[in-house]
């Protein structure tokens, strides 16, 4: 079975402080996703990573970035918090698929991240 | 813009009946799409898949409904299980590795 793993379940942090949020998979996986998940907005992509140090902007990147030095690891970086990136967090892996259909992501528990 | 949309916040419906979950999409070059189900403190978990080629795909009480021409597709339950409440979401992709979610629907199924 597939493992996602989210470094915390819960984070507080201040306005203004740096934020790692990290993720680890066991599956040997490509692709790599972080998402937010906010009421009435559904899941929407930050950033996502299709290989090691490769990494492309989603629909929201701006305030976020992201580092990916191994293959099953892919940190969410936020620079500055600030209290409108107070949200849960959502790593997710999936094989890469060159041609074809995508392959189903699996994702992790979740961070709920709440900035003050 | 939100490229896929579930317009329906919330669903309650009654043990054993059918559960009917829609959602929308604006974009014609999607060609595969998903169904997540998720439980609170939890990450959403794969259900069910159809590719654009099928118009229909069943997996157990699950079945999606896919129609191109009016760019909707549906998840039916049938018969519903409490443990079905949820938050479900239906993804989009175009051939791609990177999907669009849409908003969720909150299913209740009461006993």
């Known amino acids: 079975d597939v493992k996602v793993t989210q470094s915390s379940r819960y984070l507080v942090k201040r306005t203004g402080e740096k934020v790692f949020l990290e993720c680890v998979q066991d599956?040997?996986?490509?692709?790599m996703f972080w998402y937010r998940q906010d009421p009435g907005l559904g899941l929407r992509l930050i950033y996502f990573s299709y290989d090691v140090k490769m990494k492309e902007k989603g629909d929201i990147p701006e305030g976020y970035s992201v580092s990916r030095e191994k293959k099953e690891r892919f940190s969410l970086i936020l620079e500055s918090a600030s209290t409108n990136q107070t949200s849960m967090y959502l790593c997710?892996?999936?094989?890469?698929?060159?041609?074809?259909?995508?392959?189903?992501?699996?994702f992790g528990p979740g961070t709920r991240l709440t900035v003050t | 813009d939100q490229q896929v949309k579930q317009n329906s916040p919330s669903l309650s419906v009654q043990e054993g009946r059918i559960s009917i979950l829609n959602c929308d999409y604006t974009?014609?070059?999607?060609?595969?799409f998903l169904w997540y189900k998720k439980y609170p403190a939890e990450g959403p978990t794969f259900l069910i898949s159809i590719s654009s080629i099928k118009d229909k795909n069943e997996d157990g009480r699950f079945t999606v409904f896919l129609n191109k021409s009016a760019k909707h597709l549906s998840l039916h339950i049938v018969p519903s299980q409490p443990g079905d409440s949820a938050v479900y979401f239906c993804a989009a992709s175009s051939a791609g590795n990177q999907f669009y979610f849409g908003t969720g629907t909150s299913l209740t199924v009461i006993p």
């Open positions: 997710a892996s999936s094989l890469i698929n060159p041609v074809g259909s995508p392959y189903e992501q699996y």
């Open positions: 974009n014609s070059m999607f060609d595969y």
């Open positions: 599956m040997d996986h490509e692709n």
